[in-house]
């Protein structure tokens, strides 16, 4: 509480310097100069405004309100200073209901204030729908002038109010975007943190009339933290969190965005030329050097060779050696990499269960376990472990819609490296699971070369922070184009049309080639 408060003080503090500064600006810049010019009572002021309106320097753009500016509309003049002439205009007046959450006119224009009256204003193309309500009280946060805005616990009763209207011209959200905010307090700030605000709804409750508002609040909160049925819950976000599976919704815009744009496009069916056990075995080689390589566990080909055809590791580098052993393992075992997952249960089971083989004598990193430490790559973090779970099952149905192969592959790999579930190895199983979906419909694996690491990593870059999936479907296809020529019974053949291509080379010092066979 103590944390809430000293918040709470310095959005005052901040607001109030910006009042303070916008005061001092008002009277220090000329009145022909200021965009936002309102109309007074006083004679001085009253005379400047018509002798600068007859000089053409100031244009009356509503009622009471003036603007030095004639370049742009009016509406985005008013716009822009919304909440300033707000303050002017109606002191005491509260940013209210939705718009308490959404600071801006909903999709039909229209902004919801409490006053001491309840009338509907058009401004410049904005309704504003002011509803008689209880004035400011100890908490409500001031924005502009003597606009304030209702603190979070008074919006939420204020949006669990019965609204005759629905949509964009409703005074409340809806009761699943209601939910979705409950869920993300719980999410970012934790239980500690819902429950305070429950705690100040509840000691407002009374004051402002709203006791049935807050019984509708405290159930919707009992039910997220699972202490009251779920049957209230409308949100597939806020149900997930009350059976105890709670996920990213940011990713799961991404992974909609990729699921999108992979159902549009037709793929090209590339099928495996590595049919003999021979020589799936030498592509799956290639495939464990390289998917390690990436992730920094460089060895020379021969000592990669010598670790698979000895089974053992190399002495000086036990831990790096199984990491070859245990990706090898997995990937060169037709009938393993033919299993891919029927429902959200399988999945989680074969990750855990590849994983732990993957990473088998990394005991510090838990093989086979969920990750109990956030992880970050720069300036990223990937999802919270207490969401990794849920988003993984929220995921497969996206999985579930996907038809071809290479759609399946490229989702699966970027799941997991969006995901990124475990303390380590998730680049390699990303790899793996990308790569089973490949070998379940007898496509042509993926592998990707080192010198192609940084198309691959800039591709998962730009879908991840921008949310463009093109990039990485055209890598992953350049990519498959390229492997579906590494074919043969003879590794030293293979390996010799690898440095044919520049596969072994960084990107600095050459390109890949395609090189069709």
Known sequence: MEK?????????????????????????????LQEIIFGSSESKVSKQISKLLKEGKIRKIAPRIYSSNFTE??????????????????????????????????????????????????????????????????GDNPISGELYASQKPRAFLENLQLSKNTGPTSKCLTLSEIEEKLEQIIRVNGKEEINKVRDSAKAIASKLKMEKEFKRLNKMISALLSTHTSKILSSPLAIARAF???????????????????????FKNRPDRNTTAKSFRNFAFFESYFSNYIEGTVFEVDEAKQIIETNKPLAARNEDSHDVLGTYHIVSNRKEMSITPNT????????????????????????????????????????????????????????????????????????MSEVHPFLDGNGRIARV????????????????????????????????????PDPYIRMLQRAHEFSENIFGDHMNEMQEYLIQTNAFLEHTEAKLKIITR
């Not at 000293?6 to 009042?19: S, V």
Request: hydrophobic share 40%; net charge positive.
């Open 4 to 32: 809430y408060i000293q918040k709470q003080a310095y959005i005052r503090k901040y607001f109030l310097t910006l009042h303070h500064n916008a005061f001092i600006m008002e009277n220090i810049l000329p009145i022909h």
């Open 73 to 138: 509309p009016v509406e985005e003049i008013v716009s822009r200073n919304l909440f300033q002439i707000l303050g002017k205009l109606y002191p005491g007046a509260i940013l209210s209901h939705r718009s308490a959450f959404e600071f801006k006119p909903t999709k039909a224009g229209h902004i919801f204030l409490t006053y001491t009256y309840t009338k509907k204003v058009t401004l410049a193309g904005i309704t504003l729908r002011f509803l008689e309500g209880h004035k400011p009280i100890e």
């Open 244 to 266: 105890g599976a709670p996920y990213d919704p940011g990713r799961m815009k991404l992974f909609e965005e990729l699921f999108r744009e992979l159902q549009k496009q037709e």
């Open 344 to 415: 959200s249960d399988d999945f989680l089971t074969m990750l855990l269960y590849r994983h732990k083989i993957l990473l088998s004598v990394r005991e510090n990193k838990n093989p086979g376990l969920f990750k109990d430490k956030n992880n970050f790559a720069g300036n990223t973090a990937f999802v919270d472990i207490n969401l990794v779970k849920g988003t993984l099952i929220q995921s497969f149905d996206f999985y579930k819609g996907l038809s071809h192969p290479f759609s399946k592959a490229a989702y699966m790999m970027f799941v």
């Open 433 to 468: 699971m990308m790569n089973a979906e490949l070998v379940k419909e007898g496509q042509s694996k993926i592998i990707i070369p080192t010198i192609y690491r940084e198309d691959y990593m800039g591709a998962l870059r730009r879908l991840t922070r921008q949310g463009d």
